[in-house]
């Protein structure tokens, strides 16, 4: 029979704490997103390039970013890296581990969405005297953010949660790293856990919804 | 002046121009007609330059277009061309789409651009349309948007291809106005078309294309009245 009491004071009580931790977590998966849309913009331009090494830098990235885990891609970034004697603090190495995957699967995104866009919108810039780069900036690279932008924040959804992994580099002040210690203090493992997964719940909403709001307000055409 | 010396173009094993010969003087306008693969567009594209040719020359006012050291970018400033799908840029207002080029390739003040844009928007009737995203304007409307976005650029030259093609019939009517109104302007102009009458109506001289040859060429008098080829023969008996 199962005899477990719930006892949610003490997770009550350090509610507080855990939604500091909540903030760190917020911040990592947002700067997280930001380096991953830069990169991925610099792959996506790779990929396009007439420049053979350029195009397999770009492909490999996007293949191990999408095809192993990201728990590995963390790990490389603290354990792996700290053997060539690079050593990155438990915040630096998570968001470097997501920032890679981000840009992966956000290239791929790109890729997809320059598809939707017709040539003849860079012929019809080109003809107006657009230097190419010119014209993929001002006239492809708008239309590309618009249709990439509601898969992004799959990603972006994606990339908060993946900040949960940081516990397995030592990350102790995220919300799953706060958690983990309360945890640990207090053997109160379900009702930290339940309490966390709201939160990471909420944040995950809220997010999508503000991304949505942003969508409307911003691509009205 | 636009010269055109023994161009040859191919896709891939296909020879699209066989060696065409042609010159536009400042102030024509030359209309272009032929059935469909008969090279007339790809001339266009070829004019200014986003199509490259195989041998031969085309000279702008002297300059080589396909010439290794030739300035693309600047020398399609003289050059406006209007597709047979108008393009807009459909993330930008109609005001925006049209002033762009001006703003960013010519360098011009905020100021200026905008002035420019609203003198031509409202030339081809769009006037109320400014704050408009292309997405709600009618085909027609659109491609007038086009017209006026190449006009913004103040090119010397004019290039049409098709501009009416993808339009409802109802539409057509406000877009070759359009044209007929920058022919009397004195705008140098070369229009495919496949608008016979409106090819009778504004042009100095219509020419013929036939399987990537230019079959004929002459004022619209003779071009029409008297064919001297079998094929423009049939190529006029087939669409009157």
């Not at chain 1, 470097?96 to 956000?106: H, T």
């Not at chain 2, 060696?19 to 266009?44: A, M, P, R, Y």
């Not at chain 2, 022919?183 to 109506?201: D, L, P, W, Y």
């Amino acid at each position: 029979m199962f005899n477990y009491t719930f006892r949610w004071n003490q997770a009550l009580n350090a509610l507080p704490q855990m939604l500091d931790g909540a903030l760190v977590t917020l911040q990592i998966a947002l700067l997280s997103m930001v380096i991953g849309v830069a990169v991925a913009v610099a792959l996506t331009l790779f990929r396009l390039s007439g420049n053979r090494v350029l195009r397999a830098i770009a492909a490999t990235w996007v293949e191990l970013a999408r095809n192993t885990p990201a728990l590995f891609q963390i790990y490389m970034a603290h354990f792996g890296l700290g053997a060539f004697g690079i050593h990155l603090s438990p915040y630096a190495s998570l968001l470097a581990g997501i920032a890679f995957n981000n840009a992966g699967y956000l290239a791929e995104n790109f890729r997809g969405a320059l598809k939707a866009i017709p040539d003849t919108q860079t012929r019809a810039a080109r003809s107006l005297g657009m230097p190419a780069g010119q014209a993929f900036r001002l006239i492809v690279m708008p239309q590309m953010f618009r249709v990439a932008f509601l898969p992004a924040t799959n990603q972006m959804v994606w990339a908060i949660l993946m900040t949960s992994l940081g516990v397995t580099v030592g990350m102790n002040t995220d919300l799953a790293g706060i958690t983990q210690e309360l945890n640990a203090r207090s053997f109160r493992t379900f009702e930290f856990f339940a309490i966390a997964a709201v939160i990471y719940y909420v944040i995950a909403k809220a997010v999508t919804l503000a991304a949505q709001a942003f969508a409307w307000r911003m691509f009205r055409y | 002046m636009i010269e055109i010396q023994n161009v040859r173009k191919s896709f891939g094993t296909l020879e699209v121009l066989k060696g065409i010969d042609l010159f536009v003087q400042k102030g024509e306008v030359l209309t272009v007609i032929g059935g469909s693969g008969s090279g007339k567009s790809t001339l266009l594209t070829c004019i200014n330059g986003l199509e490259p040719i195989d041998s031969g020359r085309i000279l702008l006012d002297g300059t080589e277009v396909h010439a290794k050291g030739t300035d693309l970018n600047r020398l399609r400033r003289k050059v406006g061309i209007v597709f047979q799908q108008w393009n807009a840029f459909p993330h930008l207002t109609v005001l925006e789409n049209v002033m762009l080029a001006p703003r960013k390739v010519l360098k011009q003040p905020k100021a200026e651009a905008e002035a420019m844009a609203v003198k031509q928007l409202t030339h081809v009737g769009l006037g109320d349309k400014l704050r408009v995203y292309p997405s709600r304007l009618s085909g027609g409307q659109q491609q007038r948007m086009a017209i006026a976005r190449a006009l913004a650029m103040s090119p010397e030259y004019m290039l049409f291809d098709e501009v009416t093609s993808a339009l409802d019939p109802q539409l057509v009517g406000e877009v070759l106005d359009t044209l007929r109104m920058l022919a009397r302007e004195g705008m140098t102009m070369i229009c495919v078309t496949h608008e016979m009458k409106f090819a009778r109506e504004v042009s100095d001289r219509v020419a013929f294309f036939h399987k990537g040859v230019m079959a004929e060429i002459g004022p619209p008098d003779t071009f029409f009245g008297a064919p001297r080829t079998a094929e423009l023969q049939q190529f006029l008996s087939a669409t009157h």
